[in-house]
């Protein structure tokens, strides 16, 4: 067995950093969005043909092809196969053309227009127009959407069409980060008139059957845009939750890619000739939530002895055998340029004792959890109900099935275990889980000092004022927020030996990469 580092090398000589560099001096009008993505450099010549399995953990029988209402983790990898974006970020963030040829700010960055590729078809032939490209937008914005993107979204003010291959976004406020929600998962062009749950697209696969929590079957897209893609002719993605499952998939052959191998589980298959394993960093966190206007989370000395009561050293070490970085109660690590760190919370039986007798709270406190919700959840529960016992503190875990998890306990629960990822930007790591306005604020926490923070650093071209906003964001969530962050993933992916030019995304979007994977002669 082979292990491979993701490098990431970047598709494009443009990266955050440079964007904000540019935006500071308002330099952005001509140099931003007039890039298009290159053919990759390979290693060994990419052939054409086979059928690729991909065995993916998280998904249920509730799960949906409509972009509005993805939720699981096998959504995101079924909905790389049949959509596309404006805008594609990179396996290490840096931002390049999708669906938009260019993409060109205005009015120091509340203006943001983009131009469409002609000639891209969607999956019944019709031709992706402007005003396909609207209606899709919109289905993520307004007061009905269910959309995990709807927070993001409010920061726009209109979105018209300006001709058949021609968009123009007007924001409530400049933001030079903007082009980089237009890479949001769930931001998937769609032909209008035609129903979502279709999974009609313009990507690189066609769907041919899908079976929610059991199996997708695609076929090649002929006529995909970008001609060197895809390689396999075939794809399917199997659901299985089952960790044992997925790798018994990957050793006997009967699949070519395992998600989220979980750590104990790459030790038992390293002496496999047959497979390798893509490691990369990521932006994905772990956490316990807890409903802050809820009772007994409506106390913000409850939240924080549970804050002092959890090991994450421990549970780290324990469930991810030290796969991955500490988390310490916000959704900032330093794969975010504008990174800075926060006073680590460490394990101390003492303060959460304190801070629990102030709380005046007693009884036992519920915890749900699902072994499928990220690797290790049950046991992390269950060492966070020993850890909280030294603090005088009673947890009693409450392990629920998988299927059914994030419509049944996610944000129904008042304390339960989940996770977070995929998040381009620091505004949309800090708006997703925490902003008053977010359909996924699960926590519930409502603080107006706060959305004004992100509102100002949207609006702010001077980058060590941005920063130094987004610190203070950080530590408002880090002290009051309803979420323990116990760690920042590690993306463990398992590969059939003969299975080429995969590479680990920080961001988890790996199911992207499908299209630009072969097998080996």
């Known amino acids: 067995m082979g292990f491979e580092h993701s490098s990431n090398k970047p598709l494009l000589q443009i990266d955050r950093r440079t964007l904000l560099r540019g935006s500071v001096g308002l330099g952005i009008a001509g140099a931003v969005g007039r890039f298009v993505r290159p053919t990759t450099a390979f290693a060994q010549t990419p052939r054409r043909g086979g059928k690729f399995v991909a065995a993916v953990k998280s998904g249920s ?51 943001w227009t983009f131009t ?17 490209m609207v209606y899709s937008l919109n289905r993520h914005r307004g007061p009905d959407t269910k959309s995990g993107a709807a927070a993001l979204m409010k920061a726009i003010k209109d979105i018209k069409v300006d001709g058949p291959y ?21 931001l998937i062009a769609q032909p209008e008139g035609e129903d979502p749950a279709k999974g009609i697209g313009t990507g690189p696969f066609i769907i041919d059957s899908a079976q929610h929590g059991v199996r997708y079957n695609y076929r090649r897209n002929p006529n995909y845009f970008r ?14 939750n089952d960790d044992m499952a997925r790798i018994s998939a ?36 772990y956490y ?73 709270h007693s009884g036992a406190i519920e915890l749900y959890t699902s072994e499928s919700v990220f690797p290790g959840a049950v046991n992390a529960v269950e060492l966070f109900q020993q850890t909280a016992a030294k603090a005088g503190i009673t947890v009693n ?27 381009a930007t620091e505004d949309q790591a800090f708006t997703q889980p925490f902003a008053s306005d977010s359909p996924w604020n699960d926590g519930n926490w409502y603080r107006p000092e706060f959305d004004k923070l992100l509102v100002q650093a949207r609006s702010e071209l001077d980058l060590e004022k941005r920063k130094s906003l987004y610190h203070d964001a950080a530590e408002m969530v880090h002290e009051d927020a309803g979420h323990i962050t116990l760690m ?34």
């Open 61 to 111: 029988t509730t799960d949906t092809l409509d972009p509005t209402i993805m939720l699981s983790t096998v959504s995101l990898f079924v909905s790389y196969q049949f959509g596309n974006r404006l805008l594609e970020r990179t396996t290490d963030g840096n931002l390049v053309s999708e669906l938009a040829e260019s993409w060109e700010p205005s009015d120091s960055g509340k203006t």
């Open 250 to 285: 990957l050793l006997s052959g009967s699949a070519h890619f395992a998600s989220n191998l979980t750590p104990n589980l790459v030790e038992r298959i390293k002496d496999s000739p047959s497979v390798k394993v893509d490691v990369a960093d990521t932006t994905k966190f």
């Open 488 to 521: 920042f993933s590690t993306a463990i992916n398992g590969l059939a030996k003969n299975v080429q030019g995969f590479v680990g995304d920080h961001f988890n979007g790996e199911g992207k990469n499908f299209a630009r994977c072969w097998f080996e002669a």
């Open 166 to 186: 021609q968009l123009t976004v007007t924001l409530s406020a400049p933001d030079v980060n903007f082009p980089f929600l237009m890479t949001n998962a769930a």
């Open 397 to 423: 875990p409450k392990r629920v099935p998988h299927d059914g998890y994030w419509s049944d306990v996610w944000m129904k629960k008042p304390f339960c275990a989940s996770s977070f990822g995929s998040l």
């Open 116 to 132: 469409l590729r002609k000639g891209v078809t969607f999956h019944n032939g019709k031709e992706l127009t402007a005003n396909d």
């Open 227 to 240: 001609s060197e893609e895809p390689l396999f002719d075939e794809l399917e993605i199997l659901v299985i």
């Open 288 to 360: 316990f939530v807890m409903q802050t206007n809820k009772a007994p989370f409506d106390n913000p000395d409850l939240r924080l002895a549970l804050k002092y009561a959890v090991d994450r050293d421990l549970i780290l070490k324990t469930t991810q055998a030290g796969y991955g970085t500490i988390g310490n109660d916000n959704p900032i690590n330093s794969i975010y340029p504008l990174y800075s760190p926060l006073p680590q919370h460490t394990y101390d039986p003492e303060k959460a004792s304190f801070y629990y007798k102030k709380s005046g």
